[in-house]
């Protein structure tokens, strides 16, 4: 290893910083009309400074027709009326700035909205100048039947390619058919986006997260994608646009505006879990985006058919790919992205840990303790500092909103309609996986809606648990998952040489039921390191403190979510039996 970080040179501000993502749709209705908005959130910024974070990242506010909630978009300089005005994005601005906060967007430029008007020229002609601003391929003819160009799949079911009467050709959308692919080759759709950037960034936006960003550079020859579904007619072309051959030119080029302003920049990157190729773009010398999302823990429990097809995950994976992605990040100089939640995620509780009433808490505060204690920039999505678990078991499947369920429920239901149990473990996955999980309303009290809204909610309110899974009993409860957040930031702040800088190692790898690791500072400070123990079980478990740790220093338990250890000491017995869902952070 090099001497990172001892010249101080690579800590910087937005490593030490944690992201607070607001869905808008569902964090707070000021004007009620059922659906969130900007000055739901403006009303709420006391909130997100009590809890200790310093960036909120919003979900794409722009003017969309609303297919994708957003990530589609027709207009990049307009708001979806719903959510307010460019004035009020300016009052959210400066109300972050106010409290030394940061404001980030979501910028999704893989593709616009078949309503973009850039897309209704592109599709009125052949000849239309922005005919290649989008990717239009002629069809294919096999044994005499029109086919389009290639194999590949859309996310959201379906081939990847809808044809087009008006010209007779097809255009590729890697998600729904109202999402256009932009074609990036082209270097007007490029200039389109950097002065897309430079607008926002001028006007008070101090950053960007960027929408499948590995995507925006194609194959160009466009080859079918090889069969690795042989249930479908469609197959995962993901080899030809992840991380495709022009990424990195486009990204420096996004870099430089990004460096310009001094931007805070997370890149979402599904699809690739080679760290070699992630670090070609979160490089400390790269000035491409600053750092990725990647899918490697999320998508621990999709099945081999898909997503929603079951799979059990074993805690040696999650070990093998958390610590390949620490290790890999600090001794070459990245930086990770740390997170469980988004708004395409299921809940955390529900997926990693137990969402019985009575662990909820527990469990909240464990995985609080296992992503905090992590190197890389953290990121909370709404509603996980409270613990928020996934939809009940009776949610019904009218109460689904989110186009990649409902497609996949419509997929499935016509292709076996008569198989009962199969609907049945579907529905018990989308319980598990559906984004719709994560975007119920936030549940801000115990009023009628949570007092998310006045009106009824877009989405139905997650009603189960509400008295204790809410904001304002959390925000009074010393001892909730929220106050317990806030002390894992403070911690972070408090010790940025161990939590943030510090090196990453597994303690007892081989445990089935206990993650535990350590931080190390690379560079002197007050503290020699953190033990981080996390009992993942809803039931007792005992683990060794290995020998060696015992020789260091007495050190002291500063985070537990059992308050009979805290203040306690590690190093007067070998054998612990921890708590179901225990977890604890020893420093010395
Ligand atoms: O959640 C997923 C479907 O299983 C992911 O594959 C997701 O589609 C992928 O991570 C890209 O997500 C982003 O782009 C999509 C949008 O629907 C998601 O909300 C967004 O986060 C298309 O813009
Ligand atoms: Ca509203």
Known sequence: MTEFPQNGSLKVW????????????????????????????????????????????????????????????????GIHPPYGTVADVDELAAGL???????????????????????????????????????????????????????????????????????????????????????????????AVHEIMRYWLARGADGFRMDVINFISKDQRFPDAPITNSGSRWQSGKQFYACGPRLHEYLRDIGKILKEYDAFSVGEMPDVDDSVEVLRAVGHDREEPSMVFQFEIVGIDHGAEGKFAPRRWEMQELKRIVSKWQTYMIDNHGWNAIYLENHDQGRSVSRFASDRPEHLQLSAKMLATFLGCQCGTLFIYQGQE????????????????????????????????????????????????SRDNSRTPMPWDESPNAGFSVAQPWIPVHGDHLATINAAAQVKDPSSAFWYWAKVLRLRKQYPEVFIYGSFALVSPEHEDVFAYTRTPLSPSGREGALIVLNFRPYEVSWSVPPKLLLSNPGEIVLSNYPSRAGSQLNETTSISLGPLEALVWLW
């Open 14 to 77: 937005w490593k030490e910083s944690t992201v607070y993502q607001v869905y808008p749709s569902s964090f707070r209705d000021s004007n009620g009309d059922g659906i969130g908005d900007i000055q739901g959130v403006i009303s709420k910024l006391d909130y997100i400074k009590t809890l200790g974070a310093d960036i909120v990242w919003l979900n794409p506010i722009f003017s969309s027709p609303q297919v994708d909630v957003g990530y589609d978009i027709s207009d990049y300089y």
């Open 97 to 191: 700035h106010a409290r030394g906060m940061k404001l980030v967007l979501d910028l999704v430029v893989n593709h616009t909205s078949d309503q973009h008007p850039w897309f209704q020229e592109s599709r009125s002609s052949l000849t239309n100048s922005y005919r290649d601003w989008y990717i239009w391929k002629k069809p294919v003819y096999k044994d005499g039947q029109q086919q389009p160009p290639n194999n590949w799949k859309s996310y959201f079911g379906g081939s990847a390619w809808t044809y087009d009467e008006g010209t007779g050709e097809y255009y590729l959308h890697l998600f729904a058919r109202e999402q256009p692919d932009l074609n990036w080759e082209t270097p007007q759709v490029r200039t």
């Open 386 to 433: 409270l613990g928020m678990p996934n939809v009940p078991r009776d949610w019904p499947m009218d109460n689904y909103r989110d186009i990649e369920t409902l497609n996949h429920w419509k997929e499935m239901t016509s292709l076996h309609p008569d198989d009962a149990s199969l609907h049945r473990t579907t529905q018990g996955e989308y319980r598990l996986k």
